[in-house]
């Protein structure tokens, strides 16, 4: 599993945010519930959906799996002009990337974030940066299908 090192400009997106922890993980309920009403969204770009996950900085240094988290369901948008209730812009900011290709279902994405930072990380030149984590789930992203494919975002510096 070799990353492509990738620069990524700010992109706007406008979704739902929801706090969670591995061990109370909500991820089912807040993709249920961005889905019903995605299509409230104006000026989307494209059709990838974005699964974003903001720690803090203290996250990884104490990990535990009760440690919370916030995690967006969102899609990008040309502008915030028109924001649906209950929904909410979020910049995200520029920054480097180490960009890893998760092939199979959703449910053993564990395994490649165990790889990432167990094995990945330890042999880089690369450390992780405190700036958002994200998937992209395009066109090839299948959720619990054995073929799915989704690109894992990684910040570095």
Known sequence: MTPRIEMLGELKLVGQRMTMSL???????????FMRRRKEIPNTIGTNLYSIQLYDDLYFKTFSP?????????????????????????????????????KGAAATGQASFNYIFSTWFPDSEYSLDNRPHFEVLGEKYKNDDPDSEEEMWIPIK
């Not at 061990?23 to 519930?33: C, D, I, M, V």
Request: aromatic share 12%; proline share 6%.
């Open 66 to 102: 009760h440690s919370t988290f916030e995690k967006l369901a969102a899609v990008e948008v040309t502008n915030f002009d028109a924001v649906p209730p209950e929904m909410e812009a979020f910049t995200m900011p520029s920054g480097l990337y180490a960009v890893f290709l998760h």
């Open 23 to 33: 061990s109370a993980n909500k991820t089912r309920e807040l993709w249920q519930n």
